[in-house]
């Protein structure tokens, strides 16, 4: 085992052993990270900019010392005197390393720009917006009457609009006067309207006739991304919509690992709550820039996020959701001034934070909730937001439950060998010859397949940099079909197998998908390592399903909705071939794109709906997985492939599944044994 210094690099989640003095950026090329740097390393284009962490990581095992790079030298001096550095960032080729580091890679220093994929689903929704521009005309002062300017504007409003005797900020009333006299005494004005924090007031005023509109925010906030859409208040349309990765990220992968990092560290919740604020404030930047608006503009935002996110954004201490019987700080919906979040919006901007289910169901499966309305639907629908951390979802009109179940983050490329998120040049689908098992495939950002003319030119700018997670479901799922690995997830040798593509691996075997080592690229692969980690996400997955099913009565569900951006791009045959989901008609099997996203759009655009949500998520039952003693039993199950109990007729109606087992007990030869069931 090494004894030269462990470096961890986020959010691709790769490491490699390097000895003391090599710089960062040269550990970053050899693990192939994906950090720029175009100007040899000379400190001069500041594009390799990193952000090291500090530190106790228990789920790397690492204690990142404050020493650990070295010190500040006269290059970084020089940059940050004439250009500037974020605090706390270092450039990449002049910082090395002295002892395990945990360093992450900042988007605008990636060169391949993360997929952040969560688009604005169409979708009709009633308007109702919390905040709203009213144009009146304003009595003049009179000598003989006399009254303040801000009282004659409530009284206009309140006799043209039958508005509630409302209340100014000061902010509106340094406007008021100029306003008024500069618009000869009719003004534009916008109301909030009121909740059950907030009492009704004016929040902005222009003179005149203001022809322009104001702006909210739906922001979805996961434990990997955070995604916007920046919604016009009169029309309901959605003007932009962008997404970053959660900086937080460099804590831990997983929300467990985050609760830890703050049991760690004394100031470690503190660090994760001003990362995912300043993250969410440069992602407001980016987007209100996309749009061509200003800032100011925006004066509503609606905030869906897991309960731990949902801690840390508000500034709470998770440490009570690391541990039985996981309590919220609260479960109730929040409403908030944007400035008390740290929040750079409109001075008066609110905040409404969607109410947790319970446990580690949090706010996001509320809005998944408030957008598939599965208490409204006769047939039995379940409904499965996968990510880093799965929200389950199971009910019609008797009666609905819900169960989170953390399933890691190998289903979006970490902790697989040649993982990567999804980003430019990475291989999302795949397809394995029967014959042959020889693979083809899709990278991101191409529509060709590897075998068709003009590939190879088409990623000429990107390259084949790596597998993201739905490339990882695909050719598991594909290898599975193929008898090149068995139910138990065991990969074949090329003799057992007939692929040329298998290779022994240390002591089991691994599957070739790709290899640019010739073009200086890297060579792909899928080990039994990777395999194992996508069995764990997977049963974790699928044992919840299984459980809320269990809980219902029943073996089969009427529909399947795939929620979240990344099951927006599961194929629904691979994920059952692996058995991620319960064995359904594959017609029956939908994506609801990002549902919770939705959601938070509906509560956004309708205050009605935020109402209608926070008495549903009461009705909701909430199933804990960590006490129910099934659990784990439909864990074992479904660590095969599709399952070792459950039969999945309907797939096996599609699906041909050898029935093989490449594990041959240590003196037997040939893999093709039988068995009854895969």
Same mark, same amino acid.
């Given at each position: 085992?090494?004894?030269?210094?462990?470096?961890?690099?986020?959010?691709?989640?790769?490491?490699?052993?390097?000895?003391?003095?090599?710089?960062?950026?040269?550990?970053?090329?050899?693990?192939?990270?994906?950090?720029?740097?175009?100007?040899?390393?000379?400190?001069?284009?500041?594009?390799?900019?990193?952000?090291?962490?500090?530190?106790?990581?228990?789920?790397?095992?690492?204690?990142?010392?404050?020493?650990?790079?070295?010190?500040?030298?006269?290059?970084?001096?020089?940059?940050?005197?004439?250009?500037?550095?974020?605090?706390?960032?270092?450039?990449?080729?002049?910082?090395?390393?002295?002892?395990?580091?945990?360093?992450?890679?900042?988007?605008?220093?990636?060169?391949?720009?993360?997929?952040?994929?969560?688009?604005?689903?169409?979708?009709?929704?009633?308007?109702?917006?919390?905040?709203?521009?009213?144009?009146?005309?304003?009595?003049?002062?009179?000598?003989?009457?006399?009254?303040?300017?801000?009282?004659?504007?409530?009284?206009?409003?309140?006799?043209?609009?039958?508005?509630?005797?409302?209340?100014?900020?000061?902010?509106?009333?340094?406007?008021?006067?100029?306003?008024?006299?500069?618009?000869?005494?009719?003004?534009?004005?916008?109301?909030?309207?009121?909740?059950?924090?907030?009492?009704?007031?004016?929040?902005?005023?222009?003179?005149?006739?203001?022809?322009?509109?104001?702006?909210?925010?739906?922001?979805?906030?996961?434990?990997?991304?955070?995604?916007?859409?920046?919604?016009?208040?009169?029309?309901?349309?959605?003007?932009?919509?962008?997404?970053?990765?959660?900086?937080?990220?460099?804590?831990?992968?997983?929300?467990?690992?985050?609760?830890?990092?703050?049991?760690?560290?004394?100031?470690?919740?503190?660090?994760?709550?001003?990362?995912?604020? *300043?993250?969410?404030? @440069?992602? !407001?930047?980016?987007?209100? %820039? &996309? #749009?061509?608006?200003? $800032?100011?503009?925006?004066? +509503?935002?609606?905030?869906?996020?897991?309960?731990?996110?949902?801690?840390?954004?508000?500034?709470?201490?998770?440490? *009570?959701?690391?541990? @039985?019987? !996981?309590?919220?700080?609260? %479960? &109730? #919906?929040?409403?908030? $001034?944007?400035?008390?979040? +740290?929040?750079?919006?409109?001075?008066?901007?609110?905040?409404?934070?969607?109410?947790?289910?319970?446990?580690?169901?949090?706010?996001?499966? @509320?809005?998944?909730?408030?957008?598939?309305?599965?208490?409204?639907?006769?047939?039995?629908?379940?409904?499965?937001?996968?990510?880093?951390?799965?929200?389950?979802?199971?009910?019609?009109?008797?009666?609905?439950?819900?169960?989170?179940?953390?399933?890691?983050?190998?289903?979006?490329?970490?902790?697989?060998?040649?993982?990567?998120?999804?980003?430019?040049?990475?291989?999302?689908?795949?397809?394995?010859?029967?014959?042959?098992?020889?693979?083809?495939?899709?990278?991101?950002?191409?529509?060709?397949?590897?075998?068709?003319?003009?590939?190879?030119?088409?990623?000429?700018?990107?390259?084949?940099?790596?597998?993201?997670?739905?490339?990882?479901?695909?050719?598991?799922?594909?290898?599975?079909?193929?008898?090149?690995?068995?139910?138990?997830?065991?990969?074949?040798?090329?003799?057992?197998?007939?692929?040329?593509?298998?290779?022994?691996?240390?002591?089991?075997?691994?599957?070739?998908?790709?290899?640019?080592?010739?073009?200086?690229?890297?060579?792909?692969?899928?080990?039994?390592?990777?395999?194992?980690?996508?069995?764990?996400?997977?049963?974790?997955?699928?044992?919840?399903?299984?459980?809320?099913?269990?809980?219902?009565?029943?073996?089969?569900?009427?529909?399947?909705?795939?929620?979240?951006?990344?099951?927006?791009?599961?194929?629904?045959?691979?994920?059952?071939?692996?058995?991620?989901?319960?064995?359904?008609?594959?017609?029956?099997?939908?994506?609801?794109?990002?549902?919770?996203?939705?959601?938070?759009?509906?509560?956004?655009?309708?205050?009605?709906?935020?109402?209608?949500?926070?008495?549903?998520?009461?009705?909701?039952?909430?199933?804990?997985?960590?006490?129910?003693?099934?659990?784990?039993?439909?864990?074992?199950?479904?660590?095969?492939?599709?399952?070792?109990?459950?039969?999945?007729?309907?797939?096996?109606?599609?699906?041909?599944?050898?029935?093989?087992?490449?594990?041959?007990?240590?003196?037997?030869?040939?893999?093709?044994?039988?068995?009854?069931?895969?």
């Amino acid at each position: 085992m090494s004894n030269d210094p462990l470096v961890i690099f986020t959010p691709s989640g790769k490491r490699g052993h390097f000895p003391v003095g090599t710089p960062v950026l040269t550990a970053a090329r050899q693990l192939g990270v994906d950090l720029d740097s175009v100007c040899g390393g000379r400190g001069i284009c500041s594009k390799c900019q990193i952000t090291p962490s500090y530190g106790e990581f228990s789920k790397h095992g690492v204690t990142v010392a404050d020493d650990a790079l070295s010190a500040w030298n006269s290059v970084e001096e020089r940059y940050d005197q004439k250009r500037g550095l974020k605090v706390g960032r270092r450039l990449g080729c002049q910082a090395t390393i002295h002892s395990d580091i945990v360093i992450d890679v900042p988007p605008e220093s990636q060169v391949h720009k993360q997929v952040v994929r969560k688009r604005a689903e169409a979708r009709d929704i009633t308007m109702n917006p919390s905040t709203r521009l009213y144009y009146v005309e304003v009595a003049e002062p009179d000598m003989h009457d006399p009254s303040g300017d801000l009282e004659r504007l409530v009284t206009a409003l309140r006799r043209d609009w039958d508005l509630p005797d409302l209340e100014a900020d000061l902010t509106v009333l340094k406007k008021l006067q100029p306003a008024l006299r500069k618009g000869e005494w009719k003004v534009t004005v916008a109301v909030h309207l009121g909740d059950a924090v907030f009492s009704p007031r004016i929040i902005d005023i222009w003179p005149g006739f203001y022809d322009g509109t104001i702006y909210g925010l739906a922001v979805d906030l996961g434990s990997t991304t955070i995604a916007a859409h920046l919604c016009d208040l009169r029309s309901g349309d959605v003007v932009a919509s962008s997404g970053i990765m959660n900086p937080q990220i460099r804590f831990g992968e997983d929300l467990m690992s985050r609760v830890s990092y703050g049991m760690m560290n004394p100031t470690g919740s503190d660090e994760m709550t001003k990362a995912v604020r *300043e993250g969410m404030n @440069a992602l !407001f930047v980016q987007i209100a %820039s &996309e #749009a061509e608006i200003d $800032r100011n503009l925006i004066v +509503d935002a609606v905030f869906v996020c897991n309960p731990v996110m949902h801690h840390l954004f508000l500034g709470i201490d998770a440490y *009570e959701l690391g541990q @039985a019987p !996981f309590a919220l700080a609260t %479960s &109730e #919906a929040i409403s908030l $001034r944007t400035q008390e979040l +740290d929040l750079n919006l409109h001075p008066a901007a609110r905040a409404y934070i969607l109410p947790c289910i319970a446990g580690h169901v949090g706010a996001d499966a @509320a809005a998944v909730a408030l957008s598939e309305a599965p208490d409204k639907s006769d047939d039995l629908v379940l409904i499965v937001d996968v990510g880093t951390n799965a929200e389950i979802i199971l009910g019609n009109r008797d009666k609905v439950l819900a169960c989170s179940s953390p399933t890691g983050p190998a289903f979006e490329g970490a902790q697989i060998s040649s993982g990567q998120r999804a980003a430019p040049g990475a291989i999302e689908h795949v397809a394995i010859d029967p014959v042959t098992k020889t693979p083809r495939f899709q990278v991101i950002g191409c529509d060709l397949w590897s075998d068709e003319e003009g590939f190879v030119a088409a990623i000429a700018g990107t390259g084949v940099t790596g597998i993201c997670g739905s490339g990882i479901i695909e050719v598991i799922a594909e290898m599975r079909m193929t008898g090149i690995v068995d139910g138990p997830g065991l990969i074949g040798s090329a003799e057992q197998t007939g692929s040329p593509n298998c290779f022994e691996d240390g002591r089991t075997n691994s599957y070739l998908l790709y290899d640019g080592t010739a073009e200086g690229g890297p060579k792909i692969t899928v080990t039994n390592t990777d395999i194992r980690q996508i069995q764990m996400a997977k049963a974790a997955l699928y044992s919840g399903a299984r459980l809320l099913m269990d809980k219902f009565g029943v073996d089969n569900v009427d529909r399947v909705v795939l929620a979240g951006a990344f099951g927006a791009h599961i194929s629904p045959k691979h994920a059952m071939v692996l058995g991620m989901i319960p064995d359904a008609p594959l017609e029956k099997v939908t994506s609801a794109g990002n549902a919770a996203g939705t959601g938070a759009r509906i509560a956004l655009l309708n205050t009605e709906a935020r109402q209608e949500i926070e008495d549903v998520v009461h009705k909701i039952h909430k199933i804990e997985t960590a006490i129910e003693p099934r659990f784990q039993e439909h864990f074992v199950n479904a660590s095969a492939m599709p399952n070792a109990v459950d039969p999945f007729p309907t797939l096996r109606g599609l699906v041909e599944l050898p029935e093989v087992l490449h594990n041959t007990g240590g003196g037997e030869t040939g893999g093709r044994r039988r068995r009854r069931r895969a």
